[in-house]
């Protein structure tokens, strides 16, 4: 198989949307179209697979996709993320460009795929923490306020020596600022969360985190280790517990819970 990528048609790339496929990661219809929905499927797997993730499907990728597809032990098998309809989501960001929501929902989705975070609660869930954080549906780099700019002083100065985000002093909280998804802050969460996302060197290039696909994973890698403690919570509709574990606090927890409910309301799930 040559090297194929973004733009792209052809016989080796249904043969490369059959292997995604099979291996958990849906890229639309096997059309023989390496579109967008493709190269998001390659950007996920090469990060399921611990490849660096270009997107392109060189030697290395190739070879891994070949690879049988280990079968599905129990608690690890990578579940197909539940269908979540372009509609559905417009009802958790009523305001929010339609186009915006179209271009980066499939990468969002691909990214909780990834991380075997498919539970339809924790999808909505993810889905409603972008709601909060970013209501664009766009990856955004944090802006100056009072929250974080002491007044008449530098941008981000109120983060530069909060020891809980791992920041060592002037500089750190304009460098590591809130970006991407989830506002991703702090030295310490962009050192430990970067290479859990497929980008080890995040920390170097912090300006990363608003990359979408970047992006898209850092909110997976995010919420993976409270996605049971989430789940239970929403289960039992203790939303302020849910954002609790996200946020640290109740910041937007009306706005969380609204797109919530909207969203599982408009999947049938009142």
């Known amino acids: 198989m040559n090297t194929l990528k973004l733009g ?69 098998q990578p579940q197909a993320a539940p269908n979540i309809p372009i509609e559905a989501v417009r009802a958790m ?31 909505v869930a993810a889905l409603a923490t972008i709601r909060v954080e970013v209501a664009s549906f766009t ?33 750190d909280g304009a460098t590591f600022k809130g970006r991407g998804f989830i506002q991703l802050t702090g030295r310490a969460n962009y050192t430990s969360l970067g290479p859990l996302a497929g980008e080890p060197d995040l920390a170097s290039q912090p300006e990363r985190a608003c990359d979408p696909d970047v992006a898209a994973s850092l909110l997976a890698a995010f919420l ?5 403690a989430i789940d239970a919570a929403l289960l039992r509709n203790d939303f302020e517990s849910a954002r609790r574990l996200v946020n640290g606090g109740t910041q937007g927890l009306d706005e969380f819970t609204r797109a919530y409910r909207a969203g599982m309301a408009a999947l049938g799930h009142a």
């Open 93 to 123: 960001f009523p305001d929010t460009p339609l186009a915006n929501i179209q271009t980066h929902l499939p990468r969002v989705l691909l990214a909780l795929q990834a991380a075997q975070q498919t539970e339809l609660t924790l999808v």
């Open 8 to 76: 792209n048609h052809g016989p080796d790339v249904v043969t490369l949307q059959q292997q995604l496929l099979a291996h958990g990661f849906a890229a639309g219809s096997c059309d023989g179209t390496f579109g967008p929905l493709t190269r998001d499927a390659v950007l996920a797997f090469q990060r399921s697979a611990g490849l660096s993730a270009d997107g392109v499907v060189g030697p290395q990728t190739a070879a891994a996709l070949r690879a049988v597809p280990r079968p599905p032990t129990t608690g690890s």
């Open 224 to 228: 993976k280790p409270h996605a049971q």
């Open 139 to 171: 990856p955004e780099e944090e802006r100056p306020s009072a929250l974080n700019t002491s007044k008449g002083g530098k941008p981000f100065d109120l983060y530069d020596h909060r020891k809980d985000l791992g920041n060592l002093g002037p500089s």
